[in-house]
Every structure is written in structure tokens, then in C-alpha cells.
């Protein structure tokens, strides 16, 4: 059983239905900014493709599979099956997009599920301190190497007994990273799983312990020292966060700045929406480096920025689930989602309704190689369907029916067919349509070289080729006659012949019945005989 949420009450749907044009029109702006979005991330990856030094991140929505592509099209909005997906979480856009956003629902469930079974949920905060002069790469192995001798395998006996303490059954740790004026900033999220519910008293008393533990662990790595609290009082080196009832699914709130103001996030988004944050206090995160590094007039920091980034990051998990925890949500009734970072893209984005089928020779040479193309034919399809894409294909000068085809329908029983099937069937679609685009051509141009005989013999008649061509048939015909043996009537036998037309005429007209005169013979000449006698 998958907990999805609570039901609102009768005066919530009284106040739904009281506030649904308002709500519609929040939709309607909704989805707008997530088309925007989306594009964005689109235009993003394609110039990422320039400035990129990964190899899976320049296959990623550009490479076929098997045979050709398929956009799809699924809630109003589109999206391709058959092409490659990277499923980096970390460097594509897009990818990433769809990633966090599975992993954000999952773990809004599962907070909402934790606290219905009266447990308790807090969220910890791990960060270091850093400078400009030190690499990505060293920064993370520190943090990596930190967590590991203080909360992971290698933890002592303090955190240990403080997890028997404080009921720690497992926890959900998210990877995050932003730069700023002192370099490279890195922290961990840390979604921790209690037994029971803790007092504010015993979550201070929790961050403390887990400050002592996290600064042991830093120096033991070699990092540098953190720091407890900030001028104003604040923690910074460890901060942990519980909710109140009711609240488990927004443990953590992250205010990003966007162009409605200041939006509110829950801990999911906090584990998950790297792709949706923004910097504060002059700190940007990866993406925002990226579009940065792909402007025209990019500065070359910002270029060099993100090939650290991307050759660091894409070895890194985004989220880490500790042993134990995935099972027992599921003794306890609850259903993970066990697909990695890569079904996850490539089932997301190839999900819906099948509007055509481009086969591999027209995707690379008709859209993959320009750019915008492959943006433009899904908002074609989000626009119109089928028949926006085909107007659309069209435009381009491709075929409909031989460049790109009609969507074939899986069967009923939804047997899927094999690789070998699809190229095939694809083969000969493709071999069948052509043809018939090659029978269509030829007819037309037959039929216009027909007309254009005919108005020049008519024009030229006289022409040395049509006298050539009149004599040939001439001769054709009387070789023809010879052939066959036919010898010319005489003027007697014409004569005769209209004689006997004339007779059988009149008889017709007479009611007589027609009979072909048969010349009489010659009378034999008479000779005399002797009686005979008895």
C-alpha cells in the first residue's frame, strides 16, 4: 500500500469549488512557466554539447537507439522514445529534471507515511568550511572520506550509541554543491528516521552531539575545522531541523527566488531540486554556472567552472539510502520505486501516446544536426498533435510516409516485440514507402513528358523525327502483311465481292433467308446409249 496523503474536508471542497476559476488560471500559469522550463533546459543541453567534455552527455537526446524515434506525447506535453538518455542527475538539464522529480514525490510519501505511523523524522545539515584556492575533486573526497569516519561504516561508538538513543532507524542522504567568492561549497542533506517523535530539548542536544562527531570526522580527513554558529547566532557547521505534526512533508523550507517572489519547498525538494534552486549571497549552483559558461561571451571561468563540476559530480550519488531503510519501508507496508537514475529518464521522458516514427536516417540528418529542431517538433506536437508534426515535418521538405511514418500501435495483449522485430518491420516500412513515393514520381514524370510530346508534335509536325518515326510505322505495318501472307484483291475480285454485299442485302430487306450463291458447274456433255436389254 502506497500512502499518497490525508483527504481534504467538506469545507475544502467548499472552498475549491468556490476559488476554481482562480485555481485555473494558477494552473494555466503553472504549466506556461514549466513549458518555459522546459525549453530552457532543451536549448540548454544543446549548448552544453559545445563546452562538454562528457561523452554520455553528447549522446543524450541526440542518439537513436534501435531504428528510429518516437515522439510521444502524454498530459499535454511531449517527449521522445528511442533516443539514448544519460541519466546523470548531476550535468544534463534535462535528465536531471525528471530524476528529482520522481525521487521529490517518492520522498513526500514516505515522510507523510513516516509520521502516520507516529515516528519522527529530522533533517541534518552537514557543511565544511572551504576556500577559492581548493579543487572540487578534494573538497568532496574530504566530505566523502569525513562521513564515512564519522556517521557511515567506519562511525565510532559516540554516534552509534546516539543512534540507539535517539532511535535512528536509517536515513536518505542527498549530495549538494553551489560556488561562491570563497570557491567551492559542499554540504550534505541528511533525512534521518526516528523511532518516535523528538523534543526541541533533544533535537538540540542531537545537533550538538552530531557537531563534536562531524568535526572529529573533518580533521580526520584533513578538511578544515567548522564552524558551530555564525555571527548571528546561528548554527552552521551542523544544523538539524524537526517538524511540528502535520508537517513532515515540508521538514526543510527552501526559499527560492523566482520571478513570482520567494517560493516555499519541502524536504523533498531540499533532498532532490538541484535543478530548480538558485545561489544565495552570491553562490550559484551548477546549472546556473552552465548558462553561464554558454553564453557568446562566456567568460572562461565560468567554462572551466563547469568542466570541474561535471568531471567531479558524475561519479557522485545523489541520493543515498542507508542499508536497511528500503526494506523496512516495505515490511511496513510502503512501495518503493526501485528503478535507478537512468530507467527512471528514459522512462519518463518516452511515457504517452505515440504520434509518429522517424526513422534513424531522417533524425540525424534532418533534425539532429540542426539545431532547436528536435525543441520545435515537441512543442508541434503539444500544439497540434499529428497533425502539427506533419505540418511541421513538411515544412522542413521532408515525406510524410517515407521520411517519417505513422506510429505503429503495440498489439493488444501487450506482448512488446524484439529488437530484431522492430528493425525489420521498420526496413520494410520504410523500403514499401519509398518505393511507392519512387512509382508516384515516376507516373508524374512520364505523364509530363507525354504533354510535352504532344504540344511539340503539335507545333512541329513535320519535324524530321515524327516523319522518321511515320515512315517506321508504315513499313512495320506492310512487314506486318507480308508476314502474315495476305495478298492483294484484284479490281474483279472487289467487284465481286460488292455484288454479293448488294444480293444479301436485298434478301435481308426481303425476309429471305441468306444463302451464299454457289457458282453453278459446267452441264456435262450428252452421249448416246444403246437400251438396254433383257
Known amino acids: 500500500m502506497q500512502v499518497s496523503g490525508l483527504h481534504g474536508t467538506k469545507q475544502d471542497e467548499s472552498d475549491h469549488d468556490r476559488h476554481f476559476s ?18 530552457g533546459r532543451f536549448e540548454l543541453r ?7 567534455g562528457l561523452d554520455r552527455l553528447l549522446k543524450c537526446g541526440i542518439s537513436v537507439l534501435a531504428g528510429g524515434v518516437t515522439p510521444v506525447l502524454r498530459n499535454g506535453r511531449a517527449g521522445y522514445a528511442g533516443v539514448v538518455t544519460c541519466g546523470s542527475v548531476h550535468v544534463c538539464p534535462c535528465c536531471s529534471t ?11 510519501q514516505v515522510g507523510k507515511f513516516w509520521e502516520c505511523q507516529s515516528c519522527g523524522l529530522v533533517m541534518m545539515t552537514l557543511t565544511m568550511r572551504h576556500y577559492e584556492r581548493q579543487a572540487l575533486a578534494v573538497l568532496e573526497k574530504q566530505q566523502r572520506e569525513a562521513w564515512k569516519a564519522g556517521f557511515g561504516q567506519n562511525a565510532g561508538r559516540a554516534w552509534r550509541d546516539a543512534k540507539k538513543a535517539y532511535g535512528v532507524r536509517g536515513f536518505v542522504r542527498a549530495w549538494e554543491v553551489t560556488h561562491g567568492p570563497n570557491g567551492w561549497h559542499c554540504h550534505y542533506h541528511v533525512l534521518l528516521f526516528l523511532a518516535r517523535p523528538l523534543a526541541s530539548g533533544r533535537v538540540e542536544a542531537l545537533q550538538a552531539l552530531a557537531f563534536e562527531v562531524w568535526s572529529a570526522a573533518l580533521e580526520k580527513a584533513g578538511a ?4 558551530e554558529t555564525g555571527a548571528d547566532g546561528k548554527p552552521v557547521g551542523v544544523k538539524i531541523d524537526a517538524p511540528d505534526r502535520g508537517e513532515s512533508g515540508q521538514l526543510a523550507r527552501y526559499l527560492m527566488k523566482g520571478q513570482d517572489g520567494k517560493t516555499r519547498w519541502g524536504v523533498a525538494a531540499e533532498l532532490t531540486r538541484q535543478d530548480v534552486k538558485t545561489g544565495q549571497a552570491g553562490h550559484r549552483t551548477p546549472f546556473e554556472i552552465a548558462r553561464a559558461a554558454v553564453q557568446p561571451d562566456a567568460d572562461p571561468r565560468d567554462v572551466d567552472l563547469w568542466r570541474e563540476f561535471e568531471q567531479t559530480a558524475t561519479g557522485v550519488r545523489s541520493l543515498y539510502w542507508s542499508n536497511g531503510l528500503r526494506k523496512l519501508l516495505a515490511e511496513m507496508g510502503f512501495e518503493l520505486d526501485d528503478r535507478n537514475d537512468k530507467d527512471v529518464a528514459a522512462e519518463e521522458e518516452s511515457a504517452g501516446d505515440r504520434l509518429a516514427c522517424i526513422p534513424a536516417a531522417t533524425w540525424y540528418r534532418h533534425i539532429a544536426r540542426h539545431k532547436g529542431r528536435a525543441l520545435a517538433l515537441l512543442k508541434a506536437a503539444e500544439r497540434g498533435g499529428v497533425t502539427a508534426v506533419r505540418t511541421l515535418a513538411e515544412s522542413w521538405g521532408l515525406v510524410w510516409g517515407a521520411d517519417i511514418l505513422d506510429a505503429e500501435e503495440l498489439p493488444e495483449d501487450g506482448t512488446l516485440p524484439t529488437i530484431d522485430e522492430v528493425l525489420r518491420r521498420g526496413d520494410r516500412m520504410q523500403l514499401a514507402a519509398r518505393a511507392e513515393v519512387w512509382r508516384r514520381g515516376l507516373a508524374l514524370a512520364e505523364h509530363i513528358e507525354i504533354e510535352a510530346r504532344a504540344k511539340h508534335f503539335a507545333a512541329h509536325p513535320d519535324a524530321p523525327q515524327y516523319a522518321a518515326r511515320a515512315k517506321a510505322t508504315k513499313q512495320a505495318a506492310e512487314d506486318e502483311v507480308l508476314a502474315l501472307g495476305i495478298e492483294e484483291q484484284t479490281d474483279g475480285d472487289r467487284a465481286a465481292a460488292h455484288a454479293e454485299f448488294r444480293r444479301r442485302l436485298r434478301l435481308a430487306r426481303a425476309g429471305t433467308p441468306v444463302t451464299t450463291a454457289v457458282p453453278t458447274p459446267p452441264a456435262a456433255p450428252q452421249t448416246s446409249r444403246a437400251p438396254k436389254r433383257n
Open 22 to 39: 482562480g485555481d485555473q488560471r494558477g494552473a494555466a500559469m503553472e504549466s506556461d512557466a514549466d513549458t518555459a522550463a522546459r525549453d
Open 46 to 52: 544543446e549548448s552544453l554539447r559545445a563546452v562538454s
Open 98 to 108: 525528471s530524476i528529482r522529480r520522481v525521487r521529490q514525490d517518492e520522498l513526500d
Open 224 to 227: 578544515y575545522l567548522p564552524v
